[in-house]
């Protein structure tokens, strides 16, 4: 009986799939959905399914889309379905806009299309923007449309600018344009720079421009940085540069320094140098340090 019932179950499932698949037909979107997507402008939208107020709204929504388009100049403007009303109020957003642009100098501006009041009022916009850029020295400044008062005004503040990198320094100084007392005082400030980088022992010192106070001073200066490198035994120091004086101090305080360096153990440590009585000090140090070791191995008594 179990074998019967499976053969009957097995010629069901068998036949059902002989059959062929009947497809599903599309589902239509919901009445209020489709309404809205056909407000909204969007694809899904199925004009089909609208009655006629609810085609209404939709060409009202369509015909403010369009008009919300054309004021704010998008492409998807069809100037075609405007209204006179309409038509006149995109022409004067358009000219605004166009406004705005020629004000902020921008170059899709068309100032063909302006009035002479606001034609008029651009021109002293773009003068004014022009003066600024002079004033601050910009690359696009246009001397040609300055007035004279202007180009005063202009030449006063490039000379200002000039005299500000040639008291710094700087490359693009024009000496030639400095007046007598300007160029006094880009002297004055080139050899105080001078005198500084000497001080600091500067690769760009000259010191064939510094005065004979200024000399002493640098020479005073290097002098005694080379006597603290000598007495901190730096790599920098220059014994040869020490007066006899300086040059035993500078010994003095190596000593120190090698009995310390002995007396640690340290790699610093020359033996050669070591007077008697620092051999033997180091030496008892030596002896201090291994009887501590000593007494550390030493096995604690209960």
């Not at 006063?156 to 300007?182: I, K, V, Y």
């Amino acid at each position: 009986m179990r074998t019967r019932g499976t053969i009957i179950v097995f010629l069901a499932v068998a036949a059902a799939a002989g059959q062929p698949q009947r497809k599903s037909a599309p589902l239509a979107p919901p009445i209020a959905t489709n309404l809205i997507n056909c407000v909204k402008g969007l694809s899904n939208c199925d004009i089909s399914l609208l009655s006629p107020d609810e085609l209404k709204q939709v060409s009202e929504a369509s015909r403010k889309r369009n008009l919300d388009s054309c004021l704010e100049g998008s492409t998807l403007c069809d100037p075609t379905r405007l209204s006179t009303t309409e038509a006149s109020a995109v022409q004067t957003a358009r000219y605004r806009r166009n406004l705005d642009k020629c004000s902020n100098g921008s170059a899709t501006c068309n100032p063909l299309i302006l009035n002479k009041k606001d034609a008029a009022a651009v021109q002293t916009a773009v003068a004014r923007r022009n003066f600024e850029k002079c004033i601050g020295g910009s690359p696009t400044c246009d001397p040609t449309r300055l007035t004279q008062g202007q180009k005063g005004t202009v030449e006063a503040s490039a000379a200002r600018r000039n005299l500000d990198r040639c008291l710094s320094g700087s490359s693009s100084c024009d000496p030639l344009r400095l007046t007598p007392g300007e160029a006094a005082s880009v002297q004055a400030a080139s050899l105080s720079r001078n005198r500084d980088r000497c001080l600091d022992n500067s690769s760009t010192c000259d010191p064939l421009v510094l005065s004979e106070s200024e000399e002493k001073a640098v020479r005073g200066e290097l002098e005694r940085r080379n006597r603290s490198s000598c007495l901190n035994g730096l790599a920098t120091c220059e014994p040869l540069e020490l007066n006899e004086a300086d040059l035993n101090t500078a010994r003095s305080a190596f000593r120190l320094r090698n009995v310390e360096a002995c007396k640690r153990g340290l790699p610093a440590c020359d033996p050669s140098v070591l007077t008697g009585p620092e051999t033997a000090s180091v030496n008892a140090v030596f002896q201090q340090r291994r009887s501590r070791l000593e007494r550390n191995k030493q096995p604690i008594r209960p």
